[in-house]
C-alpha cells in the first residue's frame, strides 16, 4: 500500500469485494464495458503471473485512479510493467492521483524484477500533453513511447 499522507490518498489492491465499486470510475473512460465483461476482464487478469489491480482512494473509500498491471516481455523495453488500463479521475489534483499510483506502480515493477513501466490510458477522443493525466505523468518521469491504435474484430475474423 502507497500513501500519500497529507492528502489522505492510498493505494490498495482491488479484492473481490470491491470491483463493483471501481466498475463506474472504469467506465467513465470505457463507457461501453458492461459489468460482466469488467469482471470477467478482472478475473483472467488476476490468473496471471507477476499481475495485479489497485485503485488510488481516500480514507473514505472513493476510488480516483484505477490500474490493472502485469510484468511481461517486450521488445523495446526488456521485462516490464505494462498497465493497462488507467483512469485517473482529476477531482483532487490528476498530479497528486498520478505520483501515487505512479510510486506504487513503481514498487511494483521493482518487486517483479522490471528495468520499464509502460502505461496506456483508457481514454477516447484527443490525447496531447493538455490532458490532466497525461500531463501529470509526464511530470512523474514518463516520456510519450508510442502511439496505440485498435480495431474491434467480431468473432470469426471480419471488422466490425
Not at 492510498?10 to 460482466?36: H, I, K, N, W
Not at 507477476?50 to 517486450?74: H, K, L, P, T, W
Not at 490525447?127 to 500531463?135: F, K, M, T, V, Y
Request: hydrophobic fraction near 45%; charged fraction near 25%; aromatic fraction near 6%.
Amino acid at each position: 500500500m502507497s500513501l500519500q499522507p497529507s492528502l489522505g490518498l492510498f493505494v490498495r489492491d482491488l479484492d473481490d469485494g470491491r470491483v463493483d465499486q471501481a466498475y463506474p470510475l472504469v467506465r467513465t473512460a470505457l463507457p461501453d464495458l458492461s459489468l460482466e465483461h469488467w469482471r470477467g476482464f478482472l478475473e483472467d487478469h488476476l490468473r496471471q503471473e507477476a499481475s495485479g489491480v489497485v485503485v488510488v482512494e481516500n480514507r473514505s473509500g472513493i476510488m480516483y485512479a484505477c490500474a490493472a498491471f502485469r510484468a511481461r516481455q517486450d521488445l523495446r523495453h526488456g521485462r516490464c510493467l505494462d498497465v493497462d488500463p488507467l483512469v485517473v479521475m482529476d477531482l483532487v489534483g490528476a498530479a497528486t492521483v498520478a505520483k501515487t499510483l505512479d510510486e506504487s506502480l513503481l514498487a511494483f515493477a521493482r518487486r517483479f524484477d522490471c528495468s520499464g513501466l509502460r502505461i496506456q490510458l483508457a481514454r477516447i477522443g484527443a490525447l496531447g500533453p493538455e490532458d490532466p493525466a497525461i500531463s501529470a505523468f509526464l511530470r512523474c518521469g514518463l516520456a510519450a513511447d508510442a502511439l496505440g491504435l485498435s480495431k474491434k474484430v467480431a468473432v470469426g475474423g471480419t471488422s466490425l
